[in-house]
């Protein structure tokens, strides 16, 4: 399944760029260094720092790219979290090589200065948006549809809160705090932000930069001066300052109590760095210390630090670019790109591209029913099979589950009717939610090889994670069935009987599934397609007063007559013959 939210109507700008109607976050692999791109639903773009020298035109031109936003299209905002180069100069970068900024180039409103700075300002001066603008605290940028990034810091000064004393004296601690929101989803950014290290009798950690986290985080979580945030916290959070000791501190943790955490590293560190460090992922991160009462996050991390050293973690998960998209219900979806320049890639062993449940709430342990009638149909073109089945529900079989888990193996593998079976099968990328409880399902599965048949099977997830036993695995051959049936058998049962009249009278008020049996021949109306066993009138269609024919077939009033394009197999259980008509 490539990806299960629902994907909303948006519009289309006047340059080129599709959105895709779902919050984006992309995190590029600059190595040691920082470059996050936020898509907004409607197609706002907000590039958040641009990594180091070279790594602009190398990187994050290329990835940019790669998802289809040109120079052409340019960019809504830029923004840098603060001054220094490993930030703001591929942004530089950036600006000089195509892309426009339509609307704001953002900065931290530091004095800080050097030709990196220089350069930075220069390039900003010659974009739509013009100068560079310090963004200040309260500031609402709007990325359409709903979502928006918030500043809740800059410049050492926290919204609602004020000047940190000291903050100014660091560059780092003078970085822009930003919350990315969409309904339930939020995502906090902060640069290099430093956290103190009042913990580090629990934590190991030791900085000489001051605690602007802790009062960052208070401000937005409920009882703070703007309670942006309810008392979940995050799903995902940005870890300071590459994974350094400087940063991302007990408190911080704590409170915004994240479920995914990235760390922006790799390759191009100096020796003694040795990001991301053992202290902030072991201790912190992975809730090693004594002092950390939030869950371990799963901790997410571009490539492996090097220069690496004794003080290295490498705990987290090596993914190359980190993908987060979402619909703000429900779920997000975390994949990655495998782009990596050092380390090993670790997707496989996450599992990604995975879902997660936004602001989880593990008081639901209750998984949806397991799927017993999956059945399949030939067709309707050559390389095809459609799937049918009723929809289970979130908590046994009520409710409303969150995705579908569509997986199928060749004939020669047998149905897949064990976990070892349903994890070697192939996964179909499928975007389609779950309907509520006993609604009927279809799904059409394309790119099959024609005349060969395989296995199915299903598993339904509900919103807390929680995942149904395995279904049934039908048998399905590609391509136009065989038109073999028996005249008034509409369930498909073999036999012709009372069950047939609720079968079909159920289809047709939307609350069952369609006949099984279905024949084609392009001189029908509409698809080409008959329910051929349900049509005991004769006339090659499939309607109501079918079924008043079969209950007076019953009543032996009234013969069953079959469609002349597709001739029936003889009626085994009732003596009275079918009539052709013509």
Known sequence: MAIAISVFCFSV???????????????????????????????????????????????VIPYMQSIGLMPVDGLSYILASHLHSDHIAGLTEVMNNGYDVHTKVYY?????????????STAASHTSAGPKAALSPGTVIP????????????????????????????????????????????????????????????????????????????????????????????????????????????????????????????SGQSPDYMFPRHDIVDNVLLAGGYCITAPAATVLQSEEGQPAGSLTSYSGYCIG??????????????????????????????????????????????????????STTGGPGNNQITLFWTASGDNGTTGQAALYDVRYVAEATGPINTEPKWNAATKLSISKYPKTSGSPETLLVSGLIPGSSYYFAIKTTDDNLNISSLSNSPRGTAGQPQCSYILGDINGDGAVMGGDVIYGVRFFKILGLPPPDSCYDDSLPGNGYLYVAGDVNGNCEFRGSDITRLVSYFKLIANL??????????????????????
């Open 321 to 374: 670019d980190i993908i987060i998209k979402t619909n703000g219900q429900m779920l997000y979806l975390v994949s990655g790109s495998g782009r990596l320049h050092e380390g090993p890639d670790e997707r496989a062993i996450l599992g990604l591209p995975r879902y997660y449940p936004l602001d989880e709430d593990t008081s639901d342990h209750v998984s949806p029913g397991a799927i017993t009638n999956l």
């Open 561 to 582: 007559n079959y469609c002349y394009l597709f001739p029936a197999v003889p009626l085994r259980n009732r003596p009275t013959e079918a009539i052709q008509i013509k």
């Open 143 to 266: 990325l359409g549809g709903g979502a928006t990034a918030t500043c809740a810091c800059a410049n050492g000064t926290v919204w609602g809160y004020g000047l940190v004393p000291g903050s100014q004296s660091d560059e780092n601690d003078r970085s822009i705090g930003i919350l990315i929101k969409y309904y339930d989803y939020e995502f906090l950014f902060a640069g290099d932000l430093g956290g103190g290290d009042s913990d580090q009798s629990c934590t190991g950690r030791s900085t000489g930069q001051v605690n602007v986290e802790t009062p960052l985080a208070q401000t937005i979580m409920p009882g703070g001066a703007h309670p942006l945030l309810s008392a979940y916290g995050v799903e995902v959070l940005h870890v300071n300052h590459h994974g350094s000791e400087s940063s991302t501190n007990s408190n911080y943790m704590n409170l915004l109590t994240p479920r995914i955490a990235c760390i922006a590293t790799g």
């Open 13 to 59: 700008a006047a340059w080129g760029f599709t959105p895709s109607g779902l919050l984006e976050i992309h995190y590029i692999n600059v190595g040691w260094g920082t470059s996050v791109l936020v898509i907004g639903p409607t197609g706002t773009t907000l590039l958040m720092d641009g990594g180091r020298d070279d790594y602009g035109i190398e990187d």
């Open 108 to 120: 931290n409103g530091s004095d800080y200065s050097n030709s990196y700075v220089t350069a930075f």
